[in-house]
């Protein structure tokens, strides 16, 4: 078919528009005879008609496999030098006390960044030494329960922090172990939102300020550093940015071995993966073989001892796990002035048609904060219509209530029809929120052809549930 002129560059006409992409979708995700979207042997009608739309589906077995696979991915490539891997789950992608358990099962430890985190991964019975807690304005509160409960490690984010963790060690009678994040200096090529290692934001110190830091840490007896942290964006291709980033840590590490030990070197997470066909992700074993390769060579040519090196990745864990599932309740053909690669009109018009779901920025909010593309398809049926360029368009009261800016769907796409969005493992849920008090939707996991809520889904009565303005009758 001839490509819409209104349609991206990367985005090729040319696939077909019913096709499941491989490394987009999980891999239990398919379609069956009837051309119905199926998940570890369950269609999308089926999950619509027991639990509604819209509903997040997690393919379980996909999410555990990736658990493993990083893991194991890591474990290999450090050991093949010699040295150690740790493994965190980055629990700020998607939590909740099964995911907990999926990748505690699968030797990760996890990582939190609140005490409403911290509380999700306690709640799912993981041992408190297995817990990293993260933030860059972490509460006196939550700093004296992190201390009190013995969890594993705490990142130091600025000067301010080292005295709150120190003398809320000091008071519980304990040793904390802590690190220190630092900003390499390293941009990642992602949103600037996204990017978290330049100089000018709100994570870390720099590393001219490290180790003055350092020092001021291993001052107080109720601290112990355990090495620094680094974490240089997110949603990222490729492996430049991790080496360079490893490379530049790696002589601060050697220049603080001076003062003491430094056990350990977390080079934190940010591995990308795949939501539109044009995405070509790192696969992890070359990210971790990359990893492993500079920290041998540069701690080879420091002469130091290679440090156990810990990472931190969420969304390559948990992303490609999930689609989410809509009905659609309107669609509407819009006739629209093309303009060209330099911003000007070409005097041709072409249409789009909006596709409108049951859910949208409430669900989903990274189209509409970070322009994120995503990807679409019919759920309940395939079809031979000839392909149109569609925007998927949620039900909110703005605008930019977007939830895939383009893709190719069978024209005859109507109301009643399914439709799934896939890669919405992560930073989707997490993100949630009741904006136009939209509920927010159940998580399903299917495994072998069962599905069950692992996450219930909100209620009008949740809604009103806090609003204390509520007549209620007398019981």
């Known amino acids: 078919m001839v490509a819409n002129p209104l349609a991206p560059h990367w985005l090729d006409a040319s696939v077909d528009d019913n096709a499941l992409i491989s490394g987009i979708w999980s891999s239990n995700t398919g379609r069956n005879s009837s051309g119905e979207l199926e998940i570890a042997g369950l269609s999308a009608s089926t999950l619509a008609a027991e639990f509604g739309t819209p509903l997040f589906v997690v393919d379980e077995s996909h999410a555990r496999q990736r658990a493993l696979l990083v893991r194991s991915a890591f474990d290999s490539a450090l050991g093949a030098v010699g040295a150690k891997a740790k493994v965190y789950y980055a629990g700020k992608a998607f939590l909740c006390t099964e995911v907990v358990r999926w990748v505690s099962e ?10 409403g985190e911290l509380a999700v991964a306690l709640a799912a019975g993981l041992n408190p030494a297995r817990i990293g807690l993260h933030g860059n304005n972490k509460s006196q509160a939550e700093i004296e329960r992190a201390v009190d409960l013995g969890v594993g490690t705490i990142v130091i984010d600025s000067f301010v922090e080292i005295g709150r963790v120190a003398d809320a060690a000091r008071r519980a009678g304990k040793t904390q172990s802590v690190r220190l994040r630092v900003n390499s200096g390293v941009h990642a090529h992602t949103h600037s939102f996204l990017a978290t290692a330049h100089e000018d934001q709100k994570f870390g110190v720099t590393i001219a300020d490290a180790p003055a830091l350092v020092a001021e840490i291993r001052s107080h007896e109720s601290l112990e550093f355990v090495g620094l942290h680094c974490h240089i964006g997110s949603q990222i291709f490729g492996t430049d940015g991790f080496a360079e980033s490893a490379a530049r840590l790696l002589a601060l590490h050697a220049e603080l071995l001076k003062g003491g030990p430094v056990p350990e070197l977390n080079l934190g997470g940010g591995f990308g993966i795949a939501y539109t066909p044009a995405d070509e992700p790192t696969p992890i074993e070359e990210i971790a073989q990359e990893i ?89 049926r395939v079809s031979d219509a000839e392909p149109a360029l569609v925007r ?46 939209l509920t927010r939707p159940p998580v399903v996991a299917v495994k072998d052809g069962v599905a069950r809520v692992i996450v219930r889904g909100e209620t009008e009565e949740d809604l009103l549930a806090r609003d204390m303005g509520v007549i209620r009758k007398a019981q």
């Open 292 to 380: 492993a390769s500079v920290v041998s060579a540069e701690c080879s040519r420091l002469g130091i001892d290679i440090p156990v090196i810990c990472v931190e990745p969420g969304r390559a864990v948990i992303g490609t796990s999930t689609f989410t599932l809509y009905e659609v309740g309107t669609t509407k053909d819009v006739t629209v002035d093309v303009i060209d690669e330099n911003g000007v009109p070409t005097g041709q018009t072409a249409v789009r048609k909006y596709v409108s779901v049951d859910g949208g920025m409430s669900d989903n909010a990274r189209p509409a904060l970070y322009g994120a593309d995503y990807s679409v398809r019919i759920a309940n």
């Open 392 to 437: 998927i368009a949620g039900k909110h009261c703005e605008s930019g209530d977007i939830l895939v800016y383009a893709d190719y769907l069978p024209g005859d796409v109507h109301p009643g029809d399914l439709l799934a969005i896939p890669a919405t493992g992560a930073y989707c849920w997490s993100l949630a929120s009741n904006y136009n008090y």
């Open 106 to 115: 699968a030797g990760l430890n996890v990582d939190v960044a609140s005490g």
